[in-house]
């Protein structure tokens, strides 16, 4: 159930003697109100709060009385950037009765759980919005993002970003809801949600708090990782189901033991998402890949009339989460995510890109990559995958053009908003991070303003905002010829295809949805034509692959023959790497298999319908 929020129209709660209150501003605005607390990283529990949301074109912050009213919790979120003075905040969206309740947030799908992130660190401000756009554009789910003024306490905190926080749902990581009876069969095996990650992610306030060690949010697999459980939460899981999923990760790593080279992973192991997942962490040359911040899911095993639709739900990598350090911005312990060289090759030791343990963080041998994806690089299967795939995204949805347009576009868009960030926060030209001081420290709180010692972790990269997205833009370029050499790959002039195909990854029509409900989605209501009835519905390839956000747009290369699963219908095409039309028909709705003409054979195509890229 959605509740309805409150339109408030009383009188003005902030000073209107703060000249900033005049402005009219062009991004939307959130005011906070803690109601006299102190919202700092000391705080460990979600405080009461409420929240007023301005939405429009423009928006005269004159005006926040005006706006959407929520109840909220709130506290400061996350372990080392908690430790910023502009940090990120987890919050949650409360009924009358206290209760987490679904709603919209800027027109994205509704949830109760949002991260208002605070880019301080990454002075682009477009870190983690690219990341997560470059992984959507590869077809798969990452978390949608806006950007917004930020207000807490009449007291302007800059430009933050609007992120959905990752969760199991219908347009988030959809797979099948678990519940307490599930403790046996197939309905034992999925869906699963969680992180290889650092202790006290899930538990506590900001910082490095850890209440109850790994026991508290999950466990530990034979390597010795910390699997930290968010979908279902510790508190909730049952022992059956957490017992399945400890022994199915331990499989899978004891296929890279002793002296095996991991045949059989594909049992275990999504090979398509391993690839993409991949591809993503080294483009974006993340330091901190792998290693924490590392999510991945488990779809449930589906049976079919007789066992023969079976699907296994393999370990899905995905969706990524965290680049503030990302992208060459560079600076913490002599350059974090700098140079060239394979994340995957460099994050197989203890604390990945810190190379030590963090004191309280579980320990330094449970921050690593994991030995089975550290493995899966190394065999020649895996490389020839990634080459391919390398390929077909820098042709068409990962190709510089387009990234190129994605960057224009927001520099356009946050133009005004960086000018009174960093009037908010002058720390262009500076080596900024942990223990900086607030130049306006947050109301209700004692103290300076710092928050300890210092220790700067974000890049010193240019002097001004256009700056930061030149270097940004530079550095990402650099980084993909570095890839494109190492892969043996020349971009072509133009790109394929700008497109994925998967229907309104970057922002679902989720309003015009018959049913917005969390509930576990079946395939069957996905490709009900408009209009039609049950008797319409075309036969999808895999009634239940909750691998992929749209499970029913899709194809598959079985021999000399494609599979071709759409809800869609329309023109299906194979167009080599440079754009060159290999092969071309109209296709209807549902289920078509097509002959690979001799043309497209033991040549490198990809797959396209209506002009969008489609995925295997």
Not at 117 to 142: C, E, I, T
Not at 192 to 220: H, P, R
Not at 280 to 301: A, M, R, V
Not at 582 to 606: E, F, Q, S, V
Request: proline share 4%; net charge neutral; with cysteine.
């Amino acid at each position: 159930m959605f509740s309805k929020p409150k339109i408030i129209f009383y009188g003005f709660i902030f000073a209107m003697v703060i000249p900033l209150f005049a402005q009219t501003i062009d991004l939307p605005a959130i005011f906070i109100d803690t109601k006299q607390k102190c919202l700092d990283n000391k705080v460990t529990e979600k405080i009461p709060a409420t929240m007023k949301v301005l939405d429009g074109a423009t928006n005269n912050v004159a005006d926040s009385a005006k706006g959407t009213l929520y109840d909220i919790g709130i506290k400061v979120r996350g372990q080392s950037s908690a430790m910023f003075p502009k940090p990120g905040y987890s919050i949650e969206i409360r009924d009358d009765k206290g209760e987490g309740t679904d709603v919209s947030m800027f027109g994205l799908p509704p949830s109760d759980d949002w991260v208002l992130h605070g880019p301080y660190v990454d002075k682009s401000m477009l870190r983690n919005a690219l990341a997560y756009w470059l992984f959507r554009q590869a077809g798969r789910y990452a978390p949608r993002t806006k950007h917004f003024d930020l207000y807490i306490n009449g007291v302007y905190r800059g430009v933050y970003v609007m992120v959905e926080k990752i969760k199991r749902g219908k347009y988030r990581v959809n797979i099948s809801k678990l519940k307490e009876t599930d403790i046996a069969g197939d309905s034992l095996t999925g869906g699963y949600l969680w992180a290889f990650d650092k202790v006290g992610t899930n538990t506590g306030g900001g910082g490095s708090n850890n209440q109850g060690g790994i026991e508290a949010e999950g466990f530990n697999t034979s390597d010795g990782l910390n699997v930290i459980l968010h979908y279902p939460k510790k508190a909730n899981i049952q022992k059956q189901q957490e017992e399945y999923l400890k022994k199915y990760l331990n499989d899978l790593e004891a296929l890279f033991k002793n002296g095996k080279n991991g045949d059989g992973y594909d049992k275990y192991v999504d090979l398509a998402s391993a690839v993409d997942y991949v591809l993503h962490q080294e483009i974006t040359n993340n330091g901190d890949s792998y290693w924490c911040s590392f999510f991945l899911y488990k779809p449930k095993d589906k049976g079919g009339k007789d066992g023969k639709e079976f699907k296994e739900g393999k370990v899905t990598l995905g969706p990524p989460w965290d680049f503030n350090l990302a992208m060459s911005n560079g600076g913490m312990m002599g350059g974090y995510g700098g140079g060239n060289s394979w994340q995957i090759e460099s994050n197989g030791g203890g604390g990945g890109g810190f190379g030590f343990g963090m004191g309280g963080m579980g320990g330094m041998g449970s921050l690593k990559a994991p030995n089975w994806l550290i493995g899966l690089w190394k065999r020649s299967d895996y490389q020839s995958e990634m080459k391919k795939r390398w390929a077909e995204l820098r042709s068409g949805v990962w190709h510089t053009k387009v990234m190129d347009a994605y960057l224009d576009s927001m520099k356009t868009y946050l133009k005004n908003a960086a000018d009174r960030n960093f009037k908010r926060w002058p720390n262009l030209g500076q080596n900024s991070g942990q223990g900086d001081t607030d130049p306006e420290p947050m109301k209700y709180c004692n103290g300076s303003g710092s928050s300890g010692m210092k220790m700067g972790m974000g890049g010193n990269n240019a002097n001004t905002w256009d700056g930061e997205v030149e270097h940004l833009r530079t550095k990402m370029k650099e980084r993909i010829q570095w890839m494109d050499q190492k892969f043996g790959f020349t971009e072509p002039a133009n790109p394929v295809v700008t497109e994925p195909l998967v229907a309104d990854i970057h922002n679902p029509d989720w309003q015009h949805d018959k049913d917005t409900a969390d509930v576990e989605v079946e395939v069957a209501d996905s490709t009900k034509q408009q209009g039609g009835n049950n008797d319409t519905i075309p036969k999808p390839l895999y009634m239940d692959d909750f691998s992929r956000l749209a499970p029913a747009n899709f194809f598959a290369v079985n021999g000399d023959h494609i599979d071709v699963q759409t809800t869609l219908g329309g023109t299906f095409a194979l167009l080599d790497l440079n754009g060159t039309v290999l092969y071309k028909t109209r296709i209807k709705a549902g289920l078509t298999t097509l002959k690979i003409p001799a043309k497209a054979r033991n040549k490198h195509w990809i797959a396209t319908l209506n002009g969008k890229m489609m995925n295997r």
